[in-house]
């Protein structure tokens, strides 16, 4: 049985980008079923969990062979084992691979940077300064992928697979702001994969375990 560890709670503009969700997705497209594991109040900086995730982070996951820590090697493992995340031809599962590592090393982290000053730290006068040239970089991020993607409905080949959820996952973390408007072959890209069966199933399972648990603790 795989088990996916997940946070009961996290503050509201958090839900739907907090990382299990993208092994959650990866897990609805392929088809495999999974359970929750929700961290207890400080379950996270417990031996045991970091033994697991040593960042104490989530998602962890486990199956009968591996246990693995990190959202985007988790969606590797999980995409080699699904025709519907990895391309059987070993030319276009290499591309996948490197895509996957281009969401995860070239795109995410200016995105993420840019989100952490505004979330974040935006009364601090440093992130004040900041703040432009972070946006400008995520700014030169997106132009590029949206070059790449123009003409294009997916990154590798003809349909959706583990660099699309990566991708697509990253570009989520731009929600708090209207930057990806300004890249209409984004936000087509966004839509087209977050409009697709799995993500909607991954996200409501994640908004409804923080709805049960804030039930469960009134």
């Given amino acids: 049985m795989i ?4 946070f009961g709670w996290v503050p509201e503009f958090a839900r739907g980008v907090v990382r299990d969700l993208r092994v959650r997705w990866a897990l609805e497209e392929a088809g495999l079923t999974y359970k929750e594991h929700v961290l207890r109040e400080g379950e996270k900086e417990t031996p045991d969990y970091l033994a697991l995730q040593p960042f104490g982070q989530v998602p962890a996951y486990r199956d009968d062979e591996v246990a693995l820590f990190e959202s985007a090697g988790i969606v590797h493992h999980i995409a080699q084992k699904s025709p519907a995340l990895m391309p059987s031809d070993p030319v276009l599962a290499a591309q996948v691979t ?3 590592f281009a969401a995860m090393n070239s795109v995410e982290p200016p995105i993420q940077n840019l989100a952490a000053i ?4 935006a009364n601090e006068e440093w ?3 900041r703040r432009a040239g972070a946006a400008d970089q995520a700014r030169g991020r997106l132009k590029a992928l949206a070059a790449y993607l123009e003409g294009k409905d997916y990154l590798v080949g003809d349909g959706f697979t583990a660099a699309d959820l990566l991708m697509s996952s990253v570009l989520l973390i731009l929600r708090h702001t209207d930057m990806l408007d300004e890249y209409p072959v984004l936000m087509a890209y966004k839509a087209r994969c977050h409009g697709r069966p799995g993500y909607e199933k991954a996200l409501e399972d994640q908004l409804a375990t ?3 648990v804030a039930a469960a603790t009134q």
């Fill in 98 to 100: 490197s895509w996957m």
């Fill in 210 to 212: 923080f709805e049960r």
């Fill in 3 to 6: 088990t996916v560890s997940v």
């Fill in 118 to 121: 505004d979330l974040f730290f």
């Fill in 127 to 129: 992130a004040k300064a």
